[in-house]
Every structure is written in structure tokens, then in C-alpha cells.
């Protein structure tokens, strides 16, 4: 099993930059999508962004396109997510998960997770 703990959130204004870490413990031999999703007050946990440990393939959210960076260092058994151009839109709890099987945009594939770090874009 793999234990995953985000850390990098905060309060931060719109236009903001903040980069998020997941330091992954354990059963470290990963080869397989590291993804990070988010969850806003009242919604579902929704995708933000996925890379293949391995070959460093990477899947984006619509809404994150181009402002979101998602990159691995696996001396550090570490995935990152940079964010840039924060919106307030983009605040919720931020979760790193380990892909098992299926879709990587669906949470169901992912066996997995982290406890969550709080991010908050004030307008």
C-alpha cells in the first residue's frame, strides 16, 4: 500500500501562483498515473490533472488548461502541481491519489489518496 500526503495549500489571491506537493511512502514502486483532484464545498470530487510515473504522459482538466503544470521527481517520490493564475473557482481540498485501473478522470480508478490540503483563491 502507498501513503500519499499533500502538502502546499493556503490562502492565496486570484492571480496567485501556488505549487502543491505529494510525498509518497511505502510500496514506492509506482508505475502507474499519480493524479491530483479537487473538491469544493457542496461538489463532487472532480479530476485536475494525471501523470504516468513512468513516461511522464499527462492529462489536464478543461478548466486548468495551461495555468495547471503537473511534473513528478521520482528520486523524491514526489508528485507536484503548480498552479498559476489562480481563479476563485479554483478553491477546494486538493487530493493526490494512485491510479489502479479504468479511466484516469474517473475517482473510482484510483485505490489510493491522500488526506487533502486546503486551497482558497480570494477575489
Known amino acids: 500500500q502507498v501513503q500519499l500526503v499533500e502538502s502546499g495549500g493556503g490562502l492565496v489571491q486570484a492571480g496567485d501562483s501556488l505549487r502543491l506537493s505529494c510525498a509518497a511512502s511505502?510500496?514506492?514502486?509506482?508505475?502507474?498515473?499519480m493524479a491530483w483532484f479537487r473538491q469544493a464545498p457542496g461538489k463532487e470530487r472532480e479530476f485536475v490533472a494525471a501523470?504516468?510515473?513512468?513516461?511522464?504522459?499527462?492529462y489536464y482538466a478543461d478548466s486548468v488548461k495551461g495555468r495547471f503544470t503537473i511534473s513528478r521527481d521520482k528520486a523524491k517520490n514526489t508528485v507536484y502541481l503548480q498552479m498559476n493564475s489562480l481563479k476563485p473557482e479554483d478553491t477546494g481540498v486538493y487530493y493526490c491519489?494512485?491510479?489502479?485501473?479504468?479511466?484516469?478522470?474517473?475517482?473510482?480508478?484510483?485505490?489510493?489518496w491522500g488526506q487533502g490540503t486546503q486551497v482558497t483563491v480570494s477575489s
Open positions: 491519489a494512485k491510479h489502479n485501473s479504468g479511466s484516469v478522470y474517473s475517482t473510482r480508478s484510483y485505490d489510493s
Open positions: 501523470i504516468h510515473w513512468s513516461g511522464g504522459l499527462t
Open positions: 511505502g510500496r514506492t514502486f509506482i508505475s502507474t498515473f
